[in-house]
């Protein structure tokens, strides 16, 4: 099996804290979209796909006509010959079938297009519920509208509804993150991601608080942990690891106890592996998958490969008949580390007996190792992420990697 990812990087503003490849050139949306089209005609998938997921920049922001588009091509090129008189999707639905949106896409002109779609899932970017720090992310929706917009997909039908959350701004209290778990478990959704806020480099938000300019070019009111330059400018404040793991804490803890799965360090489901993302799980269980649209990466197992981040680049490509792309030859050592940086990213962790025996000396004495320090544990033939491991997972995989 295989899943199947398309960027659609087109954005009507760009949030602050946003590292993703992006653009604000709507007027490139058609001739994009047929760019993705003819990409599609040149990766054929040798293994039927499980799962299409389309990823952004965000992807409700397509014209109907484009989605529609895309959804005909994925038929053609990788369920052919499935259509009924019925149904023209009728290959698709066994499918899990994910869009990202953004709230305030979600109308009810944008619910009955969905309909007319094989979406069955959707992953809404709700990040808090704090107008304040909405407006300091630069998103578009408010608060109010998130609620409303699930409460439309409800009402169109989507039985599949993945919400994202984000703590850790500066001056964000314990308390106030509480209030936004709380916020969100009332919508009931079916899956919540949940990110502390990073500081990506190229970023307006690293700028903020690493270059020191001036917190006025966020709108909205302005967190207030922060301090002063000499020259007067508002320098933003990380908020402390203590804190950051308090948050983390009690967002598992809360989770847990009302029903979700922590089936992955940023994952929650609702019920035991009933609502995990299946097309994100491919990820990390190195299940092949295709990647469509500038930006995008795909992988099959013995290579992986990533499509230029230039929307006209990728585009002239395609017209000329060529893929856009780099690839590489994924080596032992390669598939090595990118299982430490994936598989024990989740509940079940890395099965030892998945190690090739060159390599196993070496992560079974490191694992022992950090299960001495309690950031692992080793147990029926797995190494798994203890929930102090959790927090430090990123100096866990450092330990774990192997360097030639």
Known sequence: MAGLYLHIPFCKSRCIYC?????????????????????????????????????????????????????????????????????????????????????????????????????????????????????????????????????????????????????????????????????????????????????????????????????????????????TTADGAAVLQPISDELSLSMYELLIDRLTAAGYEHYEISNFAKGVRKHRSLHNSSYWQAIPYIGIGAAAHSYDVSTRSWNVADLQLYIDKIKCSELPSESEVISPTTAYNDMITTALRTCEGIKISNITPSLRAFFTETSATLAAQGLVEVADGHVRLTRKGLFLSDSVMRELIYVD
Not at 49 to 68: C, E, F, M, Q
Not at 70 to 82: A, E, H, S
Not at 92 to 105: G, K, L, Q, S, Y
Not at 111 to 138: A, E, H, K, W, Y
Request: hydrophobic share 35%; glycine share 6%.
């Open 19 to 227: 590292a993703f490849y992006s653009s604000t050139l709507s007027k490139l949306q058609d001739s994009y979209t047929e760019a993705m089209c003819s990409e599609m005609l040149m990766r054929p998938s040798a293994e039927p796909i499980r799962s299409i997921y389309l990823g952004g920049g965000t992807p409700s922001v397509l014209s109907a006509d484009n989605l529609n588009r895309l959804f005909i091509y994925i038929n053609k090129v990788y369920f052919p010959g499935t259509s009924t008189a019925n149904d023209p999707w009728a290959g698709m639905r066994d499918c899990e079938i994910t869009m990202e949106c953004n709230p305030d896409d979600i109308s009810d002109e944008f619910c009955l297009m969905l309909r007319q779609l094989p979406v069955n899932r959707i992953s809404m970017g709700i990040q808090t519920f704090d107008n304040d720090r909405l407006r300091f992310l630069r998103r578009r929706h408010t608060a109010e509208g998130a609620v409303a917009s699930m409460k439309r997909l409800r009402k169109a039908g989507i039985p599949n509804i993945s919400i994202d959350l984000m703590f850790g701004f500066p001056g964000q209290t314990l308390s106030q993150w509480d209030d936004d778990i709380g916020k969100a478990l009332a919508m009931e959704p079916e899956h919540i991601s949940a990110y502390s806020l990073t500081y990506e480099e190229d970023t307006p938000l690293y700028d903020l608080v690493y270059n020191r300019r001036s917190s006025a070019m966020c709108a909205g009111k302005r967190p207030t942990n922060r301090n």
